[in-house]
């Protein structure tokens, strides 16, 4: 799978962001894009047939498999780096709606189109909304696919067309595990750098239109 796109995405998005923004758009290029391309891709490569079950009855494997791993964890990760790094668009469609509004008009209408207030400020902040809450649907989405964040070594499975309970076996279990906790550690930190990028942002401009009345009200 090609990335680049996810890249340029990030690049572009980096340039509205703010501090704490900037910041996101680090961990998620360097913590979980590189890391997933340069070493979770290949761990996962081959777990079906790496996965061996003590008996050779035709269907057996794959029913197994299929029960305890519905969904291979690397493709879910993969479709939660699209999905939470996909809500930045809409900052990026809004600026380029800004510059494109000015260019229609031929004239000046922002101070700087990429600067984040009015309109721009809700869809930027709409965007953390959605990115924190699909963060936090994907580790519930984690949790309830395999009953937990854990890679059991063993499992038994008695599931049609197996004749009787037969011991399945994961391979690399623990280099799974660990590389299942780091993700699970990246999207939590994601999700603390969200609701902070929030906070700052609504009580930044709490106090902007605060101080804007203040000075009314004296005048």
């Known amino acids: 799978m090609s990335w680049a796109f996810l890249r340029d995405l990030l690049s572009g998005v980096n340039k509205y962001s703010t501090g704490i923004g900037r910041i996101w758009v680090a961990v998620v290029f360097m913590f979980r894009l590189l890391v997933y391309v340069a070493a979770a891709e290949n761990i996962w490569k081959h777990e079906r047939d790496e996965f061996e079950c003590n008996i050779k009855q035709?269907?057996?494997?794959?029913?197994?498999?299929?029960?305890?791993?519905?969904?291979?964890?690397?493709?879910?990760?993969?479709?939660?780096?699209?999905?939470?790094s996909t809500p930045s668009l809409l900052v990026v469609f809004h600026?380029?709606?800004?510059?494109?509004?000015?260019?229609?008009?031929?004239?000046?209408?922002?101070?700087?189109p990429g600067k984040i207030d009015g309109?721009?400020?809700?869809?930027y902040l709409i965007s953390l909304f959605l990115k924190t809450g699909l963060e936090i649907a994907f580790l519930v989405l984690f949790y309830k696919l395999y009953n937990g964040f854990k890679i059991p070594r063993l499992v038994k499975c008695d599931i049609k067309p197996c004749p009787n309970t037969v011991d399945c076996y994961?391979?690399?279990?623990?280099?799974?595990?660990?590389?299942?906790?780091?993700?699970?550690?990246?999207?939590?930190?994601?999700?603390?750098?969200?609701?902070?990028?929030?906070?700052?942002?609504?009580?930044?401009?709490?106090?902007?239109?605060?101080?804007k009345r203040h000075v009314k009200k004296q005048q």
């Open 58 to 84: 035709p269907g057996c494997e794959n029913v197994c498999f299929d029960h305890f791993f519905p969904v291979s964890h690397i493709r879910l990760w993969a479709l939660q780096l699209i999905m939470v």
């Open 95 to 112: 600026v380029a709606y800004r510059e494109n509004r000015e260019k229609h008009h031929n004239q000046k209408l922002y101070k700087n």
């Open 119 to 123: 309109g721009l400020l809700c869809t």
């Open 170 to 211: 994961i391979s690399k279990p623990t280099e799974k595990m660990i590389f299942l906790y780091f993700l699970v550690a990246t999207s939590c930190l994601c999700i603390v750098l969200n609701l902070g990028e929030l906070s700052y942002l609504i009580f930044k401009y709490s106090i902007k239109c605060y101080l």
